[in-house]
């Protein structure tokens, strides 16, 4: 099934999910209300439905016909609610569910990413915090390294680890959440993610943390200390290599819509690609609307661009 054109769309009831059960709840609020209210000033007939264990039920009492998926991480932005809205033909922006499901567990995505040439820093992968403990003093790579839970975004359980007992400390907070336990040996460099958009790289942002790394923290709580840069003051051939590492991540996980990829570039020019985000963050402070903004598309413009994409993909 194709997209939609505008006409389309403005006859259609437009169901906004959001909310969710996951730990990032709190910024799918923020983004379902943003996009809510862009929609409706664009003139779309637009319902809102804070994500539950009704999901189902709400769609059809609300009668929606297309649905936009402002949702983050689990049950959201894993395939799960794509799986749920095919089964009851209900088009969705977005990523598919493979797209989906691989993108959100980094383990398999790196995997892919790997299999398809995508430079990414060297890695090992433990199913529970027993395994990742023992492993301590024989892991191919040493010390620092980045421990994270498997499937969660938004930076959440992420840590860089420069000693034996800050590792082990890391395991143990993140074998509490979602997923296996990825281990990652830390590539220092700048900070800089590369959206997309319809299949066509967008740009590139550098993002200048007052913490540490770009955590939960310096995205949703900084306080406007975190700097945003675009484009980002890059070589010209280096800012093209990160173009072409995150449109070729998008590609390798056959996604559809946006996309937003996290990047490191070494000091001698090497980029590496830590993770893709098939349903990127779309609050004021989020950062594909602000490299779409950097190429002339505001808010509401980028959120219908998204609207008018969504399909059913199985």
Do not use: W
């Not at 977005?94 to 430079?119: C, E, R, T, Y």
């Not at 074998?175 to 299949?199: P, T, W």
């Not at 939960?216 to 003051?233: D, I, N, R, V, W």
């Not at 590609?251 to 098939?278: K, W």
């Amino acid at each position: 099934m194709s997209g939609f054109s505008k006409d389309e769309l403005k006859r259609k009831r437009v169901g906004v999910l959001f909310g969710g059960l996951s730990s990032e709840r709190e910024v799918s609020l923020r983004t379902g209300a943003a996009v809510s209210k862009a929609l409706r000033g664009l003139g779309y007939d637009v319902v809102d439905i804070d994500v539950g264990k009704d999901l189902p039920a709400r769609l059809a009492a609300e009668k929606v016909e297309v649905a936009f998926i402002a949702l983050h991480g689990r049950y959201g932005e894993d395939g799960c609610v794509q799986g749920l809205l095919e089964c009851m033909f209900i088009p969705y922006t977005g990523s598919g569910v493979m797209a989906s499901s691989l993108g959100m567990d980094k383990v398999f995505a790196k995997q892919v990413f790997i299999a398809h040439g995508i430079p990414t820093p060297p890695y090992r992968a433990f199913r529970s915090g027993d395994e990742a403990r023992a492993a301590v003093d024989s892991l191919p790579f040493g010390l620092p390294v980045v421990v994270k839970p498997s499937r969660e975004g938004s930076s959440v359980g992420v840590f860089i680890c420069k000693t034996r007992d800050e590792y082990l400390a890391a395991v143990e907070a993140a074998s509490k959440l979602a997923g296996s336990i990825l281990v990652e040996q830390y590539v220092k460099g700048r900070e800089v993610q590369g959206g997309v958009l319809d299949n066509e790289a967008l740009g590139v942002i550098e993002v200048v943390a007052a913490r540490e790394f770009y955590d939960y923290q310096a995205k949703y709580q900084s306080g406007g200390t975190t700097q945003y840069l675009f484009p980002a003051p890059l070589p010209p051939d280096q800012y093209e290599r990160v173009n072409q590492v995150c449109l070729a991540a998008h590609r390798a996980l056959e996604c559809s819509g946006g996309s937003r990829s996290d990047v490191i570039l070494t000091p001698s020019g090497e980029v590496f690609l830590l993770e893709i985000n098939t349903l990127p963050g779309m609050t004021e402070s989020s950062l594909l609307p602000k490299i779409a903004a950097g190429r002339g598309i505001d808010f509401p413009g980028l959120c219908e661009r998204l609207l008018q994409g969504a399909t059913l993909k199985a």
